[in-house]
């Protein structure tokens, strides 16, 4: 017989075999367990201890919980309450091995996929890390929860939430300051039973989305945003903590075109006062008065926007502090110059008499000083020279305003500029 015709027969007896009543084909290993996300819930909380934290990963004596987190959007700055309100997508990874359950890649399960997605209610009966952030003032927004189970009893939660965290600004080189505010998120539970870990891997562990940062930044820009791990000190218990950090820069152009150029040009105006001609109180007045009230509502605008701070506290304050003082200085020039008329016109009289009484009796006035004095006033006594004219007078000290206010207004504002390090 051909090798071939024995194969066939073989064939046949095989087939003939199986094909008689009580023969049956090797069954296949069955998948055992759930198979649907319900039956998984239920197999992971029978005998579930939610009040007891899971247990250490071996060789270690506390849990760790992986933090990472992404600068979702800045809602607004607000500098009169040091706060920044911000939209934080953070992400809590810990492992508790109670919570494993068998899959298709685990144990041979009947469950297909490796992960299961759960309403966030589940967080209410399961152990989960407590925590808070603890320098927030208040919250916005709806806040929405992911919640993700391993097969290996890996715990992931991404929650999303508005943080309105309280900062402290720097305010001195403002409007050309950078800022820095961290919303601190704090575990609540001792630091020897629980501690917050970086996530493994290149991944920052703070930073912002590549489709960039919406809201209420058109004053900022966002420079920087970092992340760093920590324990609290003081009082026992310590916990552990991560700070998520937020750098920002000013964008000067608002301030520079409505607040500074203004107020400098002011001054300028004021400084044309001792240009117009002395006689012209009126004109003068107007000058200087009108230059005067509008640094003031200028400031205030300015002051509206800030907490209640020093002039020395903030550069642009400084600049608008002394631009106030040098238009109110250009009041007061036009009130004492106008005082120094007076006085001029009273000396100038008291000179016409002397000049006629020597002509009516031929000699000369022994001391003009003393007969000039008694006419001019009790202010203007000390400004007569032996010769009976004015040692100061009103067109003096417009000469002399003329030279020095802008020279000392340079001088002031260019003071404050280089000590807070100010760039143009």
């Given at each position: ?83 920044v309100k911000m939209v934080i ?113 290149s991944k920052s562990l703070f ?77 003068r007045a107007a000058f200087c ?136």
């Amino acid at each position: 017989m051909r090798p071939s015709s024995k194969y066939a027969v073989v064939a046949l007896v095989v087939l003939a075999a199986y094909a008689q009543p009580g023969w049956a084909a090797p069954a296949a290993a069955a998948c055992t367990g759930p198979t649907e996300q319900g039956d998984i819930r239920t197999e992971m909380l029978a005998d579930y201890d939610m009040y007891s934290p899971p247990p250490p990963p071996a060789g270690d004596d506390k849990l760790h919980v992986a933090v990472s987190a992404e600068l979702k959007m800045v809602e607004s700055v607000s500098e009169p309450s040091g706060s920044v309100k911000m939209v934080i997508e953070h992400t809590m990874k810990w492992v508790d091995s109670r919570l494993a359950f068998a899959s298709a890649t685990l144990n041979n399960g009947g469950f297909q996929h490796e992960r299961a997605v759960f309403p966030s209610g589940m967080l209410d009966e399961i152990w989960y890390p407590e925590y808070s952030f603890s320098n927030a003032i208040g919250s916005f927004g709806d806040t929405s929860t992911f919640l993700v189970f391993k097969n290996d009893g890996e715990v992931n939660v991404k929650v999303r939430q508005g943080v309105e965290a309280s900062c402290t600004f720097d305010f001195q080189k403002m409007p050309f300051d950078e800022q820095e505010c961290h919303a601190r998120l704090q575990l609540n539970a001792p630091v020897q039973l629980v501690d917050i870990t970086p996530p493994t891997g290149s991944k920052s562990l703070f930073n912002v989305p590549d489709t960039g940062i919406a809201g209420g930044t058109i004053e900022w820009t966002i420079l920087s945003t970092s992340m760093v791990v920590g324990e609290t000190s003081g009082s026992p218990p310590a916990m552990s903590y991560a700070d998520f950090t937020v750098k920002m820069r000013r964008k000067p152009e608002y301030w520079v075109s409505f607040v500074l150029i203004p107020s400098i040009f002011l001054v300028a105006l004021s400084y044309g006062t001792f240009w117009i001609q002395r006689s012209a109180v009126p004109a003068r007045a107007a000058f200087c008065f009108i230059a005067f009230l509008s640094t003031i509502n200028n400031t205030k605008g300015a002051l509206s926007a800030l907490p209640k701070l020093s002039a020395g506290d903030a550069w642009m304050l400084g600049v608008l502090s002394k631009s106030q003082y040098f238009c109110a200085y250009t009041v007061v020039e036009v009130v004492m110059a106008n005082y120094l008329l007076h006085i001029e016109t009273r000396v100038k009289a008291a000179l016409k008499e002397a000049s006629e009484k020597e002509d009516l009796s031929g000699d000369q006035i022994s001391d003009r000083q003393s007969f000039v004095r008694s006419k001019a006033g009790r202010i203007g006594r000390a400004l007569i020279r032996k010769n009976g004219t004015m040692a100061f007078s009103d067109q003096d000290m417009d000469v002399w305003s003329r030279w020095l206010f802008p020279i000392a207004y340079v001088i002031a504002v260019g003071t404050d500029t280089s000590m807070a390090g100010v760039a143009w």
